[in-house]
């Protein structure tokens, strides 16, 4: 059958019509089960993970157990989480050489997934733009930014200023 908006005008609406829904007092009423309430546990991030789990290969925790128990420590208990971090930290900062201030690539934000610069992809650095960097070893890069959990929060630009500074030519050379 076909809508047909004239006849829609034309009829009355009575009860029991297709578009009524009825007296429903004659059913049993719905009976709902109750939803606990369960705590959710922030996540722990991965790159916290990856501190905490770096810390525990430091100090020579091989107990599979004991790491997974203090992985899921931290990631319950919002307390344990930022105390193991911050030993991570603290252990970290004593060990690292601090005469030594260059930054593996796997350090900095620019480093894509597929282990190409997205510094260079901007442009951001002279290099060409499909550049992809050898990542083992470390280096003072301009297009360097630092991972949250990088102590020194300060760019490349900033932390190594004095490296990238074009030469002074005299007037009338071209480079």
């Avoid at 297009?143 to 760019?155: A, F, N």
Wanted: aromatic share 8%; hydrophobic share 35%.
């Amino acid at each position: 059958m076909w809508f047909n908006p004239r006849a829609l005008q034309t009829q009355q609406h009575t009860p029991g019509d297709s578009c009524d829904f009825g007296d429903f007092s004659s059913y049993m009423p719905l009976k709902v089960a109750r939803v606990a309430k369960v705590a959710t546990p922030s996540l722990l991030k991965s790159e916290e993970r990856d501190v905490i789990l770096a810390w525990l290969d430091s100090i020579g925790e091989i107990n599979a157990e004991s790491i997974a128990r203090l992985i899921r420590q931290c990631q319950d208990d919002l307390e344990e989480r930022k105390y193991f971090l911050a030993l991570a930290i603290a252990d970290r900062i004593a060990n690292t050489d601090h005469l030594d201030d260059r930054r593996f690539c796997h350090q900095c934000t620019n480093l894509s997934f597929t282990g190409s610069c997205l510094a260079a992809k901007r442009g951001e650095i002279k290099t060409a733009r499909d550049y992809s960097p050898m990542t083992d070893f470390p280096l003072r890069c301009a297009g360097y930014e630092p991972k949250p959990d990088d102590l020194d929060q300060r760019s490349g630009k900033e932390r190594w200023s004095g490296s990238f500074k074009q030469p002074k030519l005299p007037i009338g050379e071209n480079p």
